[in-house]
């Protein structure tokens, strides 16, 4: 399979999730500054012109980050990246719901205002109130998304990948994130990962 990426962005997410699963893998990295996501050749692939996007051997391409946590999470049983209890695996996907619909939304209007508005001056507007959104997200986090080391208490999971790749968003929107101390314990945790290392020794993050 192949993950297609773009550096920084929540594919980081399937790309530790993958190497937590010891799944072999392909990357093809995007390049966002020459808008290679919009490009004939990657909407062939995504028409969304978004990343991620993975390509099976299949010929399907997966897309949505959670979608691809919970499928790479299916292929390795083994490693146990989602809970075995019905109510603690409800918790990770509510904590992925809640990563996919609001706080990565709430980042996304720093830098992508005209998806919602074509006035200038309301892109600048969106941009000023990233902070107080991004701030208000990792105040929920901290106070109801992390159960303990990880998002579901001692057990690494899918959505731990994920939150990582957002709650490393959270410096640049100027979020102070030393106000937040579970999570500047569990982002300390994810950087000791063998995972985490290898995204960033390939400088995809
Ligand atoms: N709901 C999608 C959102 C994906 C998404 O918005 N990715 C961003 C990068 S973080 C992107 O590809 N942006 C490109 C663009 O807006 O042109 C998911 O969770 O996979």
Known sequence: MKLFYAKGTIS????????EAGIEHDLARLDFAAAEQTKPDYLAINSKGRVPALALDNGEVLTETGALLDYIAAL?????LV???????????????????????AHAHKMRGS????NPESHADMTAKVPQTMTACAGFVEAECLQGDYV???????ADAYLFVVCNWLA??????SDFPKISTFMSRMEAR????????KDMI
């Open 83 to 105: 809970p075995q209890t019905p109510v603690q695996a409800a918790h990770m996907r509510s904590v992925m719901y809640y990563l996919a619909s609001t706080m990565h939304v």
């Open 115 to 118: 998806r919602w508005a074509d």
């Open 152 to 158: 579901c208490g001692a057990q690494f999971t899918v």
């Open 172 to 177: 640049g929107d100027s979020v102070v994130v």
């Open 76 to 80: 390795a049983p083994a490693a146990k």
């Open 194 to 201: 063998e995972s985490v290392k290898m995204v960033r020794a």
């Open 12 to 19: 980081i997410a399937p790309a530790i999730a993958l190497l």
